[in-house]
């Protein structure tokens, strides 16, 4: 089952790649993770997916959490998670690419010359679904964020809280 | 008023506002304008050493005996990196040290510099933190924070990088120290849950086999007497972790001396039966539980821990605590206090008989000194015991790494915390003699030993020209098998005896000239019967460095030893008999 960690850390040099290293000093798998400035400017917000046990997510964000820079830590796998990811594809102008775009309800950003570049955003299994159904176009490129998350909770994910 | 000061300036006087007395280091291109402040101020003494990873090991020394932290000073690149194994092995340990290194000027960070490393990136996975300083103006708060980094909550090494450029005098900075650290990002919990205290309390007058199973966190956190405290109130047998020896005193009849790997039988017994675990300031790492799925399984575990992350990092146990182990054991102490008519000494009695029994049947042998072997060589233990005779169990030991090692644990009966002193995570060979060194400079008066082997003291043996230099009067107790003992053990028992370079007999150096020839005093000792008039010797011999050169027996292993992958009951007792 997929885990979702997410972190507040000081936006500082260096403070990202004590993250990273972390986890392949210790060994975790991480599925995707992606980290941008907060609307607090002092703090950056870094999402993490993993399909760890529930012994090795313990052990992340308890290990995460004594990095100096890091600031909150908290794992929002659960019912009110709310993650998103955002695709982008590109591939050969043509009707029957037009037809699979719109049936998948992607979005087309660009039509330059041959080749469409469109989006997607939806939950990680349903951008795994859309890249599914649109292999055989053939898909010429394809970015994914990796998994964005907050939780509905009324408790605020924050430094002050 | 102010004063204005440069960088490197600022850097000396930040060091001595932190409380620095004494600094460990190596000058070079990139330290030069430190090394320059250095000389023009007299409030911090400066020790050179000969090779930067001594540096890192002295101030580790000194830090695990006085219980300061060890400050240490070296140059950009190789200066830097050969501080890396002092640092990881501190790190391992959980010693409180500042290093300073310099680093190459801003400007040319990233250009592949004339000795320029990555040192922030190089010793990431091995410091609780590390600073890469970005302007002179910072020095002094990244000084105070890093001190308090390295000796709050869970100690360790800090890193201070600072470019050449930034000590230098255009960079002129209004110098204040302010000691009252504040890092919203880093709040160690040191007072322990108070509901989980109580469940611990309960699980404590409940039961009828406990064992207290205590670690460094004890002697880090100077939590000895409320150690001694608290197993003295309920009558419950100790057993120390190779961090942990002297916590506990050893003399004490309800002590087990040390566990796992080569632990007692009857400690690695007591935790395999018991009932009840209170494991202190110990991380269950695997030279301890030996296959964590065959641990202690019959035990509850309360586990006392001022780092969150291990707990229940290999062992699931029933009442975490996260808190400094001195300010939970009183707390555990104060509630006992008042239900000491719940305290039923009487119920544990049958546990401590079969400790008792345990003991008996396969416990150390510590009248060995006594007894001339067969073949007429010395034993190594009996080398630990004639130290221990002649220092009256009083001395700072220091330690390499292998044999000696586990012999000095197991046959050094030591009474004190923070008198043995040897690298037990990393398992750092080299280490001894620069932590002697560290040692002496704390205790100038105290009689320091560093119990080491040929291999090992090879490993950092120019720093006998330090020992020189500072009329250090260290005594080098030199267990000598003419072989890396612990290898060729391993190799013995597993691999057939196939003794895969862990043997040098015919290239190994004269230790007597070499020790002459750094200035010292060296002596050799083939015979049993000039064991004990050697030890005498050498300690006499109060204001001088001894490197006493001691012929042992080759083929005597360390007994007991946990077999792998099974429990803490599976120990081979001797080249012959096993328990399971």
């Known amino acids: 089952m997929q885990k979702v960690i997410s972190l507040l850390m000081e936006n500082q040099a260096g403070a990202l790649s004590r993250v990273v290293g972390l986890f392949s000093q210790r060994g975790y798998n991480i599925d995707s993770l992606i980290v941008a400035p907060t609307s607090d400017s002092t703090v950056s917000r870094l999402t993490m997916t993993t399909h760890e046990d529930e012994k090795v997510v313990e052990q992340i964000t308890k290990q995460v959490n004594k990095l100096i820079d ?24 043509n009707t029957k690419n037009k037809s699979h775009l719109d049936k998948t309800n992607c979005s087309i950003l660009s039509e330059e010359k041959s080749l469409y570049v469109a989006e997607f955003i939806g939950t990680s299994s349903e951008v795994d679904k859309v890249i599914l159904s649109l292999q055989n176009c053939p898909l010429l490129e394809v970015v994914r964020t990796g998994v964005s998350a907050i939780s509905s909770d009324e408790q605020i994910f924050s430094v002050k809280n | 008023m102010k004063n204005r000061v440069s960088g490197a300036e600022a850097l000396m006087l930040a060091l001595k506002d932190a409380g620095t007395e004494i600094l460990f280091g190596y000058p070079g291109g990139a330290a030069l304008y430190i090394y320059d402040a250095l000389f023009q101020q007299d409030a911090i003494k400066h020790i050179l050493v000969r090779h930067e990873q001594a540096a890192v090991h002295a101030a580790d020394g000194y830090a695990r005996s006085s219980g300061k932290p060890g400050v240490v000073i070296v140059t950009s690149g190789p200066g830097a990196t050969n501080a890396i194994t002092g640092i990881a092995t501190a790190f391992m340990d959980s010693i409180p040290l500042v290093v300073i290194s310099g680093q190459v000027r801003a400007p040319l960070i990233g250009t592949d510099a004339f000795q320029e490393t990555d040192m922030i990136g190089v010793s990431r996975p091995v410091v609780k933190h590390n600073f890469l300083v970005q302007k002179a103006e910072d020095i002094p708060d990244i000084i105070s924070k890093a001190f308090y980094i390295a000796t709050s909550g869970r100690p360790g090494p800090v890193v201070v990088d600072i470019p050449k450029d930034l000590t230098d005098s255009n960079h002129q900075l209004n110098y204040s120290f302010n000691k009252d650290v504040h890092i919203r990002s880093y709040q160690p919990q040191n007072e322990g849950h108070p509901g989980q205290i109580k469940r611990a309390l309960k699980l ?20 000895s007497e409320e150690l001694i405290e608290l197993a003295r109130i309920l009558d419950f047998p100790v057993t120390n972790t190779l961090m942990g020896l002297g916590a506990y005193p050893a003399s004490d009849d309800r002590f087990l001396g040390m566990l796992g790997m080569h632990g007692t039988y009857e400690a690695n017994m007591a935790m395999h039966n018991s009932d009840l675990i209170l494991a202190v300031g110990a991380r269950f790492d695997d030279r301890i539980t030996n296959d ?27 009442v975490p605590i996260v808190g400094s182990t001195k300010i939970v054991l009183r707390k555990i102490l104060n509630l006992l206090e008042k239900k000491k008519d719940k305290i039923d000494k009487k119920k544990i009695e049958p546990w401590h008989l079969k400790i008792k029994t345990w003991r008996k049947e396969h416990g150390l042998n510590h009248d060995l000194l006594e007894e001339k072997s067969s073949n007429s060589k010395i034993l190594p233990q009996q080398v630990i015991q004639a130290l221990y005779q002649e220092t009256k169990g009083d001395a700072f030991v220091t330690s390499d790494v292998g044999q000696h090692q586990m012999f000095a644990a197991q046959y050094y009966k030591f ?98 000239k070499l020790a002459e020839s750094y200035g010292h005093v060296g002596m050799k000792v083939k015979k049993y019967e000039e064991l004990k008039s050697a030890m005498k010797e050498c300690f006499k011999l109060t204001d001088k460095l001894v ?14 030893m946990l077999e792998a992958s099974m429990s803490l009951a599976d120990m081979h007792l001797d080249k012959k008999n096993k328990t399971w």
């Open chain 2, 415 to 512: 009474e004190k915390p923070r008198r043995w002193i040897n690298s037990g995570g990393l398992g750092t060979m080299g280490f001894g003699l620069p932590a002697a060194m560290g040692v002496q400079f704390a205790f100038p008066e105290a009689t320091v030993a560093c119990v080491t082997g040929e291999g090992s003291i090879q490993m950092c043996i120019q720093e006998l020209s330090t020992c020189l230099q500072y009329g250090l009067p260290i005594k080098i107790i030199n267990v000598n098998n003419a072989a890396l003992g612990m290898v060729k053990q391993w190799q013995d028992m597993q691999y057939d005896g196939r003794l895969s370079q862990s043997t040098y007999q015919d290239s190994l150096p004269d230790f007597v």
């Open chain 1, 70 to 93: 890091v600031v909150k830590v908290k794992d929002l796998t659960g019912n009110n998670l709310i993650d998103r990811e955002l695709l982008l594809i590109k591939l050969e102008v």
């Open chain 2, 292 to 318: 964590p799925a065959k641990f202690a399984l019959k035990a509850k575990k309360i586990h006392i821990d001022i780092d969150p992350a291990s707990i229940d990092k290999i062992i699931d146990v029933d």
């Open chain 2, 547 to 560: 490197f006493l050169d001691i012929d042992v027996d080759p083929d005597e292993h360390v007994y007991p």
């Open chain 2, 204 to 223: 404590l007058l409940e039961s009828k086999q406990p064992v207290i199973y205590s670690g460094g966190g004890v002697i880090s956190a100077n939590a």
